[in-house]
């Protein structure tokens, strides 16, 4: 990039002497520009581009500097740069020196450390404390190797759960075999990756004359002293303290803070000036972000000039009014919807706005989360509320019939088959009032000569499920009769009987998703869910963490409750929800993104939903993986500042699902928008 189109800033930082240089870019100053310029100017200094080494945290990210370099200079020269991620640079120069990786994922490892983990006998140890699973021990040693500490795995796990002090010596040597066998057939993961680069640059002649590195606050123990391995003339390196939250994945803020005492004679600019936001805008970023320590003097400053309007908080008595009125204040915005956004801090909060947003017929696309249509629980209620209208359907009962215990997708249509068959071509008939009363798991004549064989079914008395509380009627249906189906089973199938019973007849789409919602069917596929998402790696049950992701559950399906409103008819209200759906989701339209999805991105227009206390900042996350509020403020400002022209804030007072009360974000009072 021409240096003639850099402001005083980034001039000065571009042009930087050979040495120890730290950029501090704040957002939307201009920090992949000057990067790029960089190069530029190194490259007219007459350095070779083989001769510089960009470490990037995305290839994507990688690839559009190296091509901006390339429309200034030859592109074929500017490909000649080494660029990637460190993973991608570690694997390409280990190759090239003809060191073979075996790169193995890690849910491969996972298995072969599982069998190791088998071999061991924790039982010896007379304590209360259970061992932490093979799982468990995994993801510990990867978060051990990012942090690069010079004590022994097994005491780091001490120091992080003093619990586990006596199991120090087994973990220690499950490690030791764990690294002994990859060693002996050439494994690999990402971390071991990293390590195996590093100890090669401590033997190579490998050297840059640069190395720069982007997003340098994200930098972890790892990285770091991958950095420190390179022998180099100069370093240059760019990001921004305000901008680091990734701390739960191992990044360090402290790296980019010590920067000044651990090179002597170390460079330090900043890019303040910023071109995305308006002025209001980065009053509010500037007044929150300031109550978090300032590593370094920096200052944001307004380029933009014009008429925008002031930050505005929207306050609503509940919840869901506040999704569908952001929804509707969406709808009849004058800005292009794909220059919208809404960020949120928690994936639930999404949820809201996305069905809405489906319900007024606007298209959005969602990054940072599971779609709201897309979870297990709201195709659960769709597909049960399909089954009502088309008693046809074997993908629907497929799907709700793999909630039962021990029935797979082979054994599901073995029951849609027998069902549909007593019923006459109608499921709804074939549970109710089965018209056949023969087995119909019985097989016909089948045709040898093509290799088809009987399948031999046991035939059971169905009075082994007499005085179990099912009515008669159900009683007398002959699937019953199927060997197969246990106590479990017969449960379940019941229950998908007072589920159709209850709700056949209903038209209204309001109801039916409340008697959905209220169904035992649906309560089994809840427990079933809820179960599964808290249970813990060493197979323990947390029920706090279990009440809250059945709360969640609930309030998934009290969002659709609310969407049915809209519907008199229960046909048009399905199609509405399911036919268009995907078009809906993943087409061009509202950008929906978790704030650290949001990170990089600008839009003209910006939502930041749910700034309620509890939420954001989040507590529950603060307190686990080393999080603290400053990280959460850093995220507040990384949202605010994703802010071109137009910004609001909104928070509920009250969670209709979960009877309770909410205060506002602290963030609201430090921006001045609440008044203490």
């Avoid at 061991?120 to 051990?144: G, K, W």
């Avoid at 007499?466 to 017969?490: M, T």
């Avoid at 959905?516 to 069917?521: D, H, N, Q, R, V």
Wanted: glycine share 6%; charged share 30%.
């Amino acid at each position: 990039m021409p240096l003639s189109k850099l402001n005083g800033e980034q001039y000065k930082a571009a042009t930087a002497p050979f040495g120890n240089n730290l950029i501090i870019a704040s957002a939307g100053t201009g920090k992949t520009s000057t990067i790029v310029a960089r190069i530029g100017y190194l490259l007219n200094q007459g350095i070779k581009p083989s001769e510089l080494l960009l470490l990037t945290f995305t290839n994507k990210a990688s690839a559009e500097m190296v091509e901006r370099v390339g429309r200034y200079f030859d592109e074929g020269l500017a490909k000649k740069i080494e660029s990637g991620t460190f993973h991608a640079v570690s694997y390409r120069l280990l190759n090239k020196a003809g060191k073979k990786i075996s790169l193995k994922m890690p849910k491969e490892l996972k298995i072969l450390f599982k069998s190791i983990h088998q071999k061991r006998n924790f039982s010896y140890h007379d304590s209360s404390t259970q061992p932490y699973s093979a799982s468990m021990i995994y993801d510990l040693y990867s978060l051990y190797q990012n942090k690069v500490v010079d004590i022994s795995f097994g005491q780091w796990v001490a120091e992080y759960n003093n619990d586990h002090s006596e199991f120090v010596d087994i973990y220690d040597d499950l490690i030791e075999e764990f690294r002994d066998i990859k060693k002996r057939f050439g494994y690999a993961d990402f971390n071991d990756l990293l390590i195996e680069f590093r100890e090669y640059l401590k033997q190579s002649d490998v050297s840059f004359k640069e190395i720069l590195v982007d997003e340098y606050q994200d930098t972890n123990r790892l990285q770091e002293s991958l950095i420190e391995s390179f022998k180099r003339e100069s370093l240059f390196c760019v990001g921004d303290y305000d901008q680091s939250i990734y701390g739960f994945n191992g990044a360090d803020i402290s790296i980019i803070g010590s920067f000044s005492q651990k090179y002597e004679n170390s460079n330090i600019f900043s890019l303040n000036k910023n071109y995305r936001s308006s002025a209001k805008i980065l009053h509010l970023a500037n007044k929150v972000i300031e109550k978090n320590p300032r590593l370094y003097p920096k200052k944001l400053e307004v380029t933009r000039d014009g008429n925008f309007p002031p930050p505005k908080l929207l306050v609503f008595d509940d919840l869901y009014s506040q999704y569908q009125a952001i929804a509707s204040k969406i709808k009849v915005s004058l800005t292009p919807k794909e220059n919208i956004a809404v960020i949120f801090r928690n994936n639930a909060s999404a949820d809201g706005i996305e069905a809405h947003l489906r319900e007024m017929g606007i298209g959005s696309k969602r990054k940072g989360g599971t779609s709201f249509f897309e979870t297990r629980e709201v195709k659960a209620i769709l597909d049960m509320f399909t089954m009502l209208i088309n008693h046809r359907d074997i993908m629907s009962f497929i799907h709700i019939f793999e909630y039962a215990k021990g029935v797979g997708e082979v054994f599901a249509k073995d029951l849609f088959d027998a069902i549909y068959k007593v019923g006459d071509g109608s499921i709804i008939r074939g549970i109710l009032d089965p018209k056949d009363k023969k087995n119909p798991f019985k097989r016909g004549v089948v045709n040898h000569q093509l290799g088809l064989f009987d399948e031999i079914i046991e035939e059971e008395n169905v009075s082994r499920f007499k005085n179990k509380g099912y009515d008669q009627k159900f009683l007398k249906n002959p699937i019953l009769k199927n060997s197969k189906i246990n106590d479990n089973l017969c449960q379940y199938l019941y229950a998908f009987y007072q589920f159709v019973s209850e709700c056949y007849l209903e038209d209204s789409p309001i109801k039916i998703i409340e008697k959905i919602s209220k169904s035992k069917l649906f309560g089994l596929i809840t427990e079933f869910l809820a179960t599964q998402r808290v249970k813990q790696k060493d197979g323990s049950i947390d029920e706090v963490h279990k009440k809250e992701a059945m709360d969640n559950i609930r309030r998934k399906a009290f969002l659709l409750r609310d969407l049915s409103r809209a519907y008199t008819d229960k046909y048009r209200f399905i199609n509405a929800l399911t036919l268009g759906g995907g078009e809906l989701s993943e087409g061009e339209g509202v950008n929906l993104l978790s704030v650290h999805a949001s990170k990089g991105l600008e839009f003209s227009e910006v939502y930041i939903v749910d700034m309620m206390d509890g939420r954001f900042p989040n507590r529950k996350l603060m307190s686990k993986n080393g999080g603290n509020l400053e990280e959460e403020r850093r995220l507040f400002y990384v949202a605010v500042t994703r802010a071109k022209d137009i910004l609001y804030l909104s928070y509920a007072k009250y969670d209709r699902v979960k009877k309770a009360d909410y205060i506002h974000s602290t963030f609201l009072q430090e921006a001045g928008l609440i008044k203490e």
